[in-house]
């Protein structure tokens, strides 16, 4: 075979072959799918808090709600940047201060405006335990989605991207169990929710190190 005849050979196999779907793409199908399972989990076990209507005119259950949601895109386009490996895992998560300094702001904003005497009840809540428990149990479903999605990609640390993966699902989760929680301080939030997502995240660093190898 002449060498003009065996390079298009190449190039016809190469066209055919079926490319794989972008990051993206699959990330956002994990996020879609991840959401629809924890919510139809949410809806059977748990259920929306009572006083909905109401609480979604506080600042407070709106700062929590937001807080989230935040912390969801920034996961996401960190997820995205470290997904390939010319990306140094520093300097990608970079995004991930904006969520963390909202919650801070709010926390400031808790103790200079509440009584002393009244942070300890707005920290522990109301069963922070189960809080966290239920964070977890309606995150677990998102990571699998996630970190499935996340080995389309090629990052530079396997640990970090599922970290950062484990943030997102985490968060994912918090979003989903806003809806149920009353505790809505954002020293709860600062506490609790952030142990929750925390440990998904840790979660995520142990699988993502062995299955987004490339």
């Not at 799918?33 to 259950?61: E, H």
């Not at 809540?125 to 989605?145: D, K």
Request: net charge positive; with cysteine; proline share 6%.
């Amino acid at each position: 075979m002449r060498t003009d005849e065996l390079i298009n050979t190449l190039v016809a196999d190469h066209a055919v072959q079926p490319r794989p779907k972008p990051v993206g793409h699959g990330l956002v199908m994990a996020i879609i799918g991840g959401l629809a399972i924890s919510g139809a989990l949410f809806a059977l076990t748990l259920g929306v808090r009572p006083d909905i209507v109401s609480a979604l005119g506080t600042w407070r259950f709106d700062l929590k709600l937001s807080a989230n949601l935040v912390l969801v895109i920034a996961a996401t386009w960190v997820s995205l940047r470290l997904s390939s490996p010319t990306t140094k895992p520093l300097s990608g998560m970079r995004a991930l201060l904006v969520p963390a300094l909202l919650l801070l702001a709010a926390v400031i904003y808790e103790l200079v405006t509440v009584p002393a005497s009244a942070w300890p009840s707005r920290a522990m809540g109301v069963n922070g335990v189960m809080c966290l428990a239920s964070i977890v149990f309606l995150s677990v479903l998102p990571l699998t989605a996630t970190i499935y999605a996340l080995r389309q990609g090629a990052p530079a640390s396997p640990a970090v991207m599922g970290a950062v993966g484990g943030l997102l699902a985490g968060s994912l989760g918090a979003t989903v169990f806003a809806m149920h929680c009353t505790n809505d301080s954002p020293l709860f939030v600062a506490i609790w929710y952030a142990l929750a997502i925390g440990l998904m995240s840790m979660f995520g660093l142990l699988v993502g190190r062995h299955a987004l190898r490339w």
